[in-house]
């Protein structure tokens, strides 16, 4: 099974200031295809999580454009280019390369 | 509009059965693959398993084989989870998913059905 690991566990930002998210997956999740199945959510507090960034660097739909995902092979990062008070939240990673699909344990971002 | 409609929390003792559904609106729902989540209280996602509506097969994680059954029902557009016998540390946050085309990420999400389980 493929193990992902995010870093850091907890983020306090201050609002406008950039912030960054680290992903690293236990293989590599490119697939022969030419993709990379790595997805960024965010779980906004007493929320269901939300897809922001598929195949590691797409945004999906409606997702602002200050967020951005970057990264290939086993090395993943999120980053954010001037965070807002309504990007408090758990931020996970999640390798949909090969069943079992598998999250980071996720990063808590939350405002100083 | 594209919703995932689940059913309601629901308070059960260890040993009893249940199953819990999600009910899919404005789509195609045979085409797209529908996947469950595990979030136990205070703690991160587990990917539980998914269906494929069109034919019912499912893929479980090694974690959750035997724990529980996943199925569906394309004639009401529903998936369901179950379980035969519940435990206390089965209680938690259920979410089901949906898989956008070309497995490009969750990209419809349930609200989530709370499960508690008192021992």
Same mark, same amino acid.
């Given at each position: 099974d493929i193990v992902m690991t995010q870093s850091p566990l907890s983020l306090p930002v201050t609002p406008g200031e950039p912030a960054s998210i680290s992903c690293r997956s236990s293989?590599?999740?490119?697939?022969s295809n030419g993709h990379t199945y790595l997805n960024w959510y965010l779980q906004k507090p007493g929320q269901s999580p939300q897809l922001l960034?598929?195949? @590691?660097s797409n945004r999906a739909? @409606?997702?602002?454009?200050r967020f951005s995902g970057s990264g290939s092979g086993t090395d993943f990062t999120l980053k954010i280019n001037r965070v807002e008070a309504e990007d408090v939240g758990v931020y996970y990673c999640m390798q949909a390369?090969?069943?079992p699909y598998s999250f980071g344990l996720g990063t808590i971002l939350d405002i100083k | 509009e594209v919703q995932l409609v689940q059913s309601g929390a629901e308070v059960k003792k260890s040993g009893e059965s249940l199953k819990i559904s999600c009910q899919g609106f404005g789509?195609?729902?045979?085409s797209y693959w529908i996947a469950w989540v595990r979030q136990m209280p205070g703690k991160g996602l587990e990917w539980m398993g998914i269906v494929?509506?069109?034919?019912?097969s499912v893929t479980y994680s090694p974690s959750f084989q035997g724990q529980v059954t996943i199925s569906v029902d394309k004639s009401i557009n529903t998936a369901y989870l179950q379980w035969s016998s519940l435990r206390a540390s089965d209680s938690g946050m259920y979410y089901c998913a949906r898989l956008s085309g070309?497995?490009?990420?969750?990209d419809y999400w349930g609200r989530g059905t709370l499960v508690t389980v008192s021992s």
């Open positions: 293989q590599s999740l490119l697939h960034i598929y195949m @590691g739909s @409606g997702v602002p454009d390369l090969q069943t | 789509y195609r729902f045979n494929w509506p069109a034919d019912s070309g497995n490009w990420g969750f």
